[in-house]
């Protein structure tokens, strides 16, 4: 999974290749057409395996307040800029195809815009928060200093991963 994730942010769906992956992860490629039957599949899987991190996350923060939630996502997503890079390429793409893992990212949307409504039934939200648009505003919050490192260094002085950058953040 590691070697297909570092292909997959480095060249994205289309470009990754499968050789590539399977010299980094020490197997034969054909090893990963056996165990995924296509790089579709084994995306997925890589997909799939950080969506359910973000999901347990989610979960286990079910009672942090939103900004505390924020934090605890920007820590979480400084260890994954690879993460960050594969989207990156999907947004290349121009967002006009469906998505490889739609359904689950769509659950885990689900699942922040649920937490936030609790938030706002215990009052540490505004009753006319639009929970959604909190969904997006946190995810280009956490997203934005490793999409943008330069800008992030422009303005701060510092990268999106240094840690007086972080403890700023």
């Known amino acids: ?16 290749r499968t050789d590539v992956i399977a010299c980094r992860a020490g197997v034969h490629e054909g090893m990963i057409f056996y165990c995924f039957k296509s ?8 997909l799939r395996r950080r969506l359910a991190e973000s999901r347990i996350m989610i979960e ?10 924020l934090a605890d ?3 979480s997503i400084c260890g994954d800029a690879d993460y960050v890079r594969m989207t990156q390429w999907e947004a290349l793409g121009g967002g006009k195809r469906k998505l ?11 699942a922040n815009v649920t937490q936030l409504r609790r938030e706002k039934v ?9 929970e959604e648009m909190l969904v997006l505003v946190s995810a280009a919050l956490r997203a934005f200093p490793l999409a943008f490192p330069q ?6 002085g510092l990268g999106p991963i240094d840690p007086s ?3 700023r953040w």
């Open 39 to 46: 790089k579709k599949n084994l995306y997925r899987e890589v």
């Open 122 to 130: 215990r009052g540490t939200l505004p009753a006319d928060a639009d």
């Open 151 to 156: 800008v992030t260094r422009r303005v701060s």
């Open 100 to 110: 490889v893992a739609e359904e689950e990212r769509h659950s885990l949307v689900r």
């Open 60 to 69: 286990a923060n079910a009672e942090d307040n939103f900004a505390g939630r």
């Open 165 to 167: 950058f972080r403890r």
């Open 73 to 75: 996502g920007y820590e």
């Open 1 to 16: 999974m590691s070697a297909a994730l570092l292909e997959f942010s480095a060249e994205g769906l289309a470009g990754a």
